[in-house]
């Protein structure tokens, strides 16, 4: 009874897997390519073809005999194809081209500590957020918050970056260039006032 009831949550275990995997593939089939996303491109049999490449802000990425190919906007059935029909007619007889998402470009800030709603925020697209509008999307600063100590964390060049930034700075004084503009992927944290 014990080893029918182990294989019954085996098998669910390992059909829960499969479900996982293949609804992850039609994400990334549906998923438009976007610039400062990194993708790893395949060909089979051809190792000197494997490439880790970076979209441009063009939209663009370089590949080996290709050069650039406009790849923005693309899903990544899209750019196979592409790549296969641009390889099929100059330099391989049957290409197999594989296309994965190594890395997605992240258009969010995280919010965390004491504010009312901690969470992800969408960036604006068409101006830059600053720290304020950041926490101002997070609900605000929770009872107990210590605003004067609010840092953003942030990845430059591989470096870790920690920018403290005084918030009453820029509310009771007025000084608007301290609210300091977030990057995608930031960290906006606001600690406790523990005094």
């Known amino acids: 009874m014990?080893?029918?009831?182990?294989?019954?949550?085996?098998?669910?275990?390992?059909?829960?897997?499969?479900?996982?995997?293949?609804?992850?593939?039609?994400?990334?089939?549906?998923?438009?390519?976007?610039?400062?996303?990194?993708?790893?491109?395949?060909?089979?049999?051809?190792?000197?073809?494997?490439?880790?490449?970076?979209?441009t802000s063009k939209g663009t990425i370089t590949f080996p005999l290709l050069e650039e190919i406009q790849v923005k906007g693309f899903s990544v059935g899209e750019i196979e194809r592409k790549i296969t029909m641009l390889l099929k007619k100059d330099y391989l007889v049957n290409p197999q081209v594989n296309v994965f998402i190594e890395d997605y470009r992240s258009d969010k800030v995280f919010v965390m500590g004491f504010v009312n709603k901690p969470?992800?925020?969408?960036?604006?697209?068409?101006?830059?957020?600053?720290?304020?509008?950041?926490?101002?999307?997070?609900?605000?600063?929770?009872?107990?918050?210590?605003?004067?100590?609010?840092?953003?964390?942030?990845?430059e060049n591989g470096q870790e970056l920690t920018i403290t930034v005084k918030v009453t700075d820029i509310t009771?004084?007025?000084?608007?260039?301290?609210?300091?503009?977030?990057?995608?992927?930031?960290?906006?944290?606001?600690?406790?006032?523990?005094?």
């Open 172 to 195: 009771r004084k007025g000084e608007k260039d301290k609210d300091v503009p977030v990057k995608p992927g930031d960290i906006v944290v606001v600690p406790e006032n523990f005094f």
């Open 119 to 155: 969470g992800e925020y969408e960036l604006s697209k068409d101006r830059a957020t600053t720290v304020l509008e950041a926490i101002t999307m997070a609900g605000g600063f929770k009872e107990g918050a210590a605003p004067n100590g609010t840092k953003v964390l942030r990845i």
């Open 2 to 55: 014990i080893t029918q009831i182990k294989i019954r949550l085996h098998r669910l275990a390992a059909i829960t897997i499969v479900l996982i995997f293949f609804s992850a593939l039609a994400y990334c089939d549906e998923y438009k390519v976007d610039a400062g996303d990194v993708l790893l491109i395949a060909v089979y049999e051809q190792p000197d073809l494997t490439t880790k490449t970076r979209v």
